[in-house]
């Protein structure tokens, strides 16, 4: 924090202490005493979308960055988001991840060109739902204060609802800003990790992706199909995660759900944006879940 303090000097920053018992309260009133640009607030233990609503309500800037507490940042991000916010007049600006595991080490090595993109907010929101340039997560992300003041983090939900959050900031918003640069240090834990795994958060994120189709239905027929395919390929995900689960047998309910669900939308005029292994093993399942099952286990 220290360094990133030092190379960008008019902010502000806000630390919210969500709850934790051990000595994090104490740190984060260390650093209020160092710095005037520092507060802190204490809230007992609600999550991280109370947390970061807290945070926001609380803002006095005309910009707003979100941080997550175990990540880092390049000492020029915020500088970059903010000159390129600034030059484009856009109201979102936003940078590339880099990716390290718990013992530093990079997960993906990247190659960044620095080159600078402008988006419009159709092409922005095709690129989220699609897994582009534009991630899910909020915390690369410089925002417009103006633009997300009376927008909330959903409350009760525990995953993509930062996902959704990105996805209403992004309908509010006529242009993005993009830099090729990984300027976000994400560091991946067991938790990360642990959503290649099946357990019930998962359904939230297909409750995310219908909400998404729902509300691309009536904005475009081009934001239709991309929005339909999101839906599809985070239910089919999340199918294949408890085929291979032992779980799956507590969930019978939500796997007879997605199936039905997938088999009355219709794929074939969306086949760009869906892989062709996943779309085979659609076909599949529309002519027998068995045939489906047999394919995930052999192929995927």
Known sequence: MCSFIETYSNLEIILVNDGSTDTSLLICNEFCELDTRIRCINQKNAGVSVARNNGKKNATGKYIIFVDSDDTLQSDMIQCLYEDILKSDSEISVCGI???SENNTHI???IWSGQIEYLDKEMALESLLLGGKIKSGAWNKLFLYDLIR???FTVGKRMNEDKYFCFHA????KSIVYRNNGLYNYIYHDESVAHSRFDDRWFDAVFFADKMHKECYVQSEKLEKIARSNYITTMFYVLMLMHKSELRKLYEDEWKKYILTIKALPIYDIREYISYKRRIAIYLM???TKLFEGFIDVFM
């Open 108 to 110: 993906v090595n990247k």
């Open 286 to 288: 529309k002519i027998s």
């Open 170 to 173: 992004i309908m509010r918003s």
């Open 98 to 100: 880099n990716e390290y």
């Open 150 to 152: 009376d927008l909330d």
